[in-house]
């Protein structure tokens, strides 16, 4: 499901990790994060990722005490544009708060413009910027305070 709702990415030519990533990737990016799914009955649609413990070679801002970030944000390519995608944002951020979180981050390309406008609507702006090497492009970091 992560390849094919990341597969438009994949078509403007960015090497998201979703666009390639294989079950086992996958099962090492969820293990040691707070992973929530989407479901629509036993068929999973949509999936975000908490992560509260930044780590060396994250982002600054990733490491500080009191900011989660999210990734693997995905929503199956036939129920896009429902705002699925934003009730999972959501609830990543109300599992933060929960957390004790001041802050939600994420980083996405920088060249995919419609991204950077989608998470701004939610409220990100942009603080920051990353190279994380597996990828071919820049990375905005966004974050919004809980």
């Not at 094919?4 to 990415?9: E, F, H, V």
């Not at 996958?26 to 975000?48: D, P, W």
Request: aromatic share 10%; proline share 3%; with cysteine.
């Amino acid at each position: 499901m992560i390849r094919s709702a990341y597969a438009p990415l994949a078509k403007m030519g960015l090497r998201f990790v979703g666009t390639w990533q294989e079950v086992d990737t996958t099962r090492s990016r969820v293990s040691h994060v707070e992973c929530f799914l989407a479901e629509l009955g036993e068929r999973v649609v949509g999936t975000v990722c908490l992560y509260t413990d930044g780590r060396e070679g994250d982002p600054p801002l990733y490491r500080e005490e009191d900011v989660a970030f999210f990734g693997q944000l995905a929503v199956a390519p036939d129920l896009q544009k429902l705002g699925l995608g934003s009730r999972l944002i959501e609830h990543a951020a109300e599992r933060a708060r929960v957390l004790g979180m001041r802050r939600l981050a994420l980083d996405t390309a920088e060249d995919a413009g419609h991204l950077v406008a989608y998470y701004s609507r939610h409220g990100f702006s942009i603080v920051g910027y990353h190279d994380w090497g597996e990828t071919n492009y820049q990375s905005v970091v966004m974050s919004r305070t809980l």
